[in-house]
């Protein structure tokens, strides 16, 4: 199973990004998906999440009205898109898959351990 996580990159405060995850295997279109970030010195935290159907949404308060998330399965592909960035959203982001218990279900996560597989991040930096 891989995830590729792609869209990172440097952007000035205000600016805004689109992060992609594109799921090895189609299976994955029917679980939960989320993005986690982990900024330097800090523990992973939740960003967002999205159920298989993309009828259910889920955002750390962070984030919330700012970034959403989205997903087409037909691509097997999960984004985020990130609008009115903030120095303090610079992290490096993660994508996820939700453990089995939200196939073909509207649960959504918003813990590390309710998923089971990982990409390998992409870098996102936002300057002052």
């Known amino acids: 199973v891989q995830l590729q996580a792609s869209g990172g990159g440097l952007v ?3 600016g805004s990004l689109r992060l992609s ?5 189609r ?3 029917a679980r939960a998906m989320g993005w986690f970030r982990q900024a330097p010195g ?4 939740f960003v967002a999440a999205i159920s ?3 009828g259910t949404t889920y955002y750390a308060d962070s984030v919330k009205g700012r970034f959403t998330i989205s997903r087409d399965n037909a691509k097997n592909t999960v984004y985020l898109q990130m609008n009115s960035l903030k120095p303090e959203d610079t992290a490096v982001y993660y994508c996820a898959v939700g453990r089995w218990g939200s196939y073909r279900s509207e649960i959504v ?3 590390a351990d309710d ?3 990982w990409g ?6 936002v300057s002052s």
Request: aromatic share 16%.
């Open 109 to 111: 996560y918003g813990t």
């Open 52 to 54: 298989w159907s993309g």
């Open 42 to 45: 800090k523990e992973r935290e």
């Open 120 to 125: 390998q991040g992409t870098l996102v930096t």
């Open 12 to 14: 000035q405060a205000g």
């Open 115 to 117: 998923y089971d597989y």
């Open 27 to 29: 299976a994955f279109s």
């Open 21 to 25: 995850c594109v799921a090895s295997e």
